[in-house]
């Protein structure tokens, strides 16, 4: 993909990149291609070397282990932001878990532990990292999130995760207003399905990836790139005016109820 867009001494932080398949890898890449420098953060420090290699040799990047659900490493987080930028222009969240028992069996048996679990790391994390970021986010910044269709539909097996989208969404809206006046603009992007370690972990997800590709306007699926051009789009300036949307990139998968003859 070629870019030309300029976003040379502007700053990024990228949560949830596990690696080069992750969504999150996908829209630092053009991020970098244009010039922003970006900080990343991983969950454990089984993902380090991975974002480490990938990192590695690309001119103002830096990483830091950070648990989105901890408040300690979102503080130590942020800290290092400031350190190391001195201010942000773009916070992208690209971070969701669901315990596996939670997807594998009736939407009515998800237990009350799973619940929170699932929209503590998948929701509320979006609330609270936006928290963290307000102080340093410069007018014009931009926060952007993924999201899935099953917060609309009902996906099999996609379960308590689907009520987690649904939040994430809502949550965007009301952060979008909150953050509006200072000129900062946060939008989630909807994926269609795309094969990454957590979608991966999703029960039966093969068949679904088959049935979404099928069903597509387009005919086929979208691709990381694609998530990558949208985030451009929707983090620069080019997106400015947007703010409080979900906006789809699934090569019009959720318009279809079956493929057409
Ligand atoms: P991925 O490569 O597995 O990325 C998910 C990331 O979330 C991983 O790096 C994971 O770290 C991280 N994470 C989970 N819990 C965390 C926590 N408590 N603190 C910090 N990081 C945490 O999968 P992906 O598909 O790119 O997922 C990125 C986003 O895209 C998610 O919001 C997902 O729901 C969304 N999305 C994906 C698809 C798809 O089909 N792939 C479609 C629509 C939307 P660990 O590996 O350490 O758990």
């Not at 899935?148 to 009301?174: C, D, F, I, W």
């Not at 069903?215 to 080019?238: C, I, M, N, Q, Y």
Request: one cysteine or more; glycine letters at 10%; a negative charge.
């Amino acid at each position: 993909m070629s870019v030309t867009i300029d976003l040379s001494g502007k700053t990024a932080l990228v949560m949830g990149v596990a690696n080069a398949r992750s969504l999150g890898w996908a829209i630092a890449e053009p991020l970098l291609q244009a010039g922003c420098r970006v900080g990343f953060s991983y969950q454990g420090e089984r993902l380090r070397g991975e974002l480490e290699k990938l990192t590695a040799g690309r001119e103002g990047t830096w990483i830091q282990q950070a648990d989105a659900t901890s408040e300690e490493d979102l503080t130590a987080l942020f800290a290092r932001v400031r350190e190391e930028f001195g201010h942000l222009d773009y916070l992208v969240h690209s971070i969701a878990y669901a315990p596996r028992a939670a997807m594998e069996g009736r939407f009515i048996a998800t237990t009350p532990e799973d619940w929170n679990t699932a929209l503590n790391v998948s929701a509320y994390t979006l609330v609270s990292t936006a928290r963290h970021a307000e102080p340093l986010l410069r007018p014009g910044g931009s926060i952007v999130s993924l999201t899935y269709h099953a917060s609309q539909q009902v996906v099999p097996k996609y379960n308590v995760m689907g009520v987690a989208k649904a939040a994430l969404e809502a949550a965007t809206r009301y952060l979008a207003a909150d953050l509006g006046k200072a000129d900062v603009r946060v939008n989630t992007i909807s994926a269609g399905a795309m094969r990454t370690v957590a979608a991966r972990s999703i029960p039966g997800f093969s068949g679904l990836y088959d049935e979404a590709g099928r069903r597509a306007a387009l005919g086929r699926h979208a691709t990381p790139e694609e998530v990558g051009k949208l985030a451009l789009f929707l983090l620069s300036d080019l997106g400015s005016g947007v703010t409080g949307q979900t906006v789809y990139v699934d090569a019009g998968a959720n318009i279809m109820t079956m493929p057409l003859e």
